[in-house]
T-cell receptor, first 114, second 114 residues
């Protein structure tokens, strides 16, 4: 079982729709959770972080965390063609000497069609 | 504020040669990380510096890889001798606090070993 799993996609949604991206993780010790956006050939860009169960909203983005189910998701409302990118889920296991290391999923490619 | 800077952006070398990648973190960031993405795989942790000290190098694949961080400022990652499987994109990231809150990535160095 991979430590962080995402559907690779591609996920295709029409412009203006809600895009829903999902991620599961295997290690219950995980303490912080991130969504990075990566455009082709560019560096990962942090767009959302979440640390406690529930929802966290920032503009058109909402991150949802359920630690009991080991599940984190990202919702993008009013999707725009500029949102087309690969979305990487990452979790942080912060304990002992391993503080600060992120475990990444392979990413979900999102395509927003005009 | 300047971001994380990496160079070169691209490097093509022959198997058996040596390559040195450089990363300049955001000024004042004590934490510096190296990650690598091999084609088709997820981004994977290589190592973590706190100032000039290696906090965690558990992700370094073998002793052909040597990372240094002189004076706690910029860092270099040397691959000697390079093998075909070392091809990929090498990302550097930095953070002021530990990675618990996420960090900023550089644009990466694409290494191709032929």
């Amino acid at each position: 079982q991979k430590e962080v799993e995402q559907n690779s996609g591609p996920l295709s949604v029409p412009e203006g729709a809600i895009a829903s991206l999902n991620c599961t993780y295997s290690d219950r010790v995980s303490q912080s959770f991130f969504w990075y956006r990566q455009y082709s050939g560019k560096s990962p860009e942090l767009i959302m972080s979440i640390y406690s169960n529930g929802d966290k909203e920032d503009g058109r983005f909402t991150a949802q965390l359920n630690k009991a189910s080991q599940y984190v998701s990202l919702l993008i409302r009013d999707s725009q063609p500029s949102d087309s990118a690969t979305y990487l889920c990452a979790v942080n296991r912060w304990y002992g000497g391993s503080q600060g290391n992120l475990i990444f999923g392979k990413g979900t490619k999102l395509s927003v069609k005009p | 504020e300047a971001g994380v800077t990496q160079f070169p952006s691209h490097s093509v070398i022959e198997k058996g040669q040596t390559v040195t990648l450089r990363c300049d973190p955001i000024s004042g960031h004590d934490n510096l990380y190296w990650y690598r993405r091999v084609m088709g795989k997820e981004i994977k942790f290589l190592l973590h510096f706190v100032k000039e000290s290696k906090q965690d190098e558990s992700g370094m694949p073998n002793n052909r890889f040597l990372a240094e961080r002189t004076g706690g400022t910029y860092s270099t990652l040397k691959v000697q001798p390079a093998e075909l499987e070392d091809s990929g994109v090498y990302f550097c990231a930095s953070s002021q606090a530990s990675g618990f809150y996420g960090y900023t990535f550089g644009s990466g160095t694409r290494l191709t070993v032929v």
